[in-house]
């Protein structure tokens, strides 16, 4: 089985933020920030930092500018602290490819969900992963998606399904990591593509 990463962190790069102006117990969907300026209807934000047990994302329903209240379209699922960050993010989905070769084709090669939340972003964690149980050589692709606009990023660069050579980026970069801006990382049968450049 092929797991596929999706490096989340890189959604909240140069992204707008606020912080929670109060305590807030779960189940609720209003929530009110220092600052709402930036914050939109439609807009979905993530409460908390990728990568910790209780952040969650949620989707924004309307914006209160003179008090700076965010009402959210579902209600909270975990209680969040006071200066908690809230952060905006343009998508709150990705979608996973499998290719034969290493040219992208999206047409007939995403990759089927499990269940109906298999590709949501994973605010728990650092990573959005995809398990393929179906291929077992080729290359994996994923696009970050915002399941309000229907907007996506461009695709990853390609994942091979198989070992990196020795001569690869990725073992270039294990050299030197000045010489690449694109990490290729690999663990126990995982393959994924990271990137610290901003995804437009």
Known sequence: MITIK?????????????????NYSSDKGSFVV??????????FILIGEFGQETSEILKIN??????????????????HNQDT???ILKYNQVKFYQTATET???SGNQLPKASAV???????????????????????????????????????NAIPYADFNEYSVKKIFDYDPELVKIKFKISSGVRFWDTHEEIG
């Open 6 to 22: 999706a490096e989340n962190r890189q959604l909240t790069k140069n992204a707008k933020y606020s912080y929670l102006s109060d």
């Open 34 to 43: 220092v600052s709402s300026v930036g914050f939109e209807a439609d807009d």
């Open 62 to 79: 309307t914006v209160t500018a003179a008090t700076h209240t965010i009402a959210t379209t579902t209600n909270s699922k975990f209680a």
């Open 85 to 87: 960050k809230v952060t």
């Open 104 to 106: 992208y084709s999206e």
């Open 118 to 156: 298999d590709y949501d972003v994973q605010a728990d964690q650092y990573f959005t992963l995809y398990y393929d149980t179906i291929n077992t050589t080729g290359f994996g692709w994923f696009k970050f998606y915002n399941e309000h606009t229907a907007v996506a990023t461009n695709e990853s």
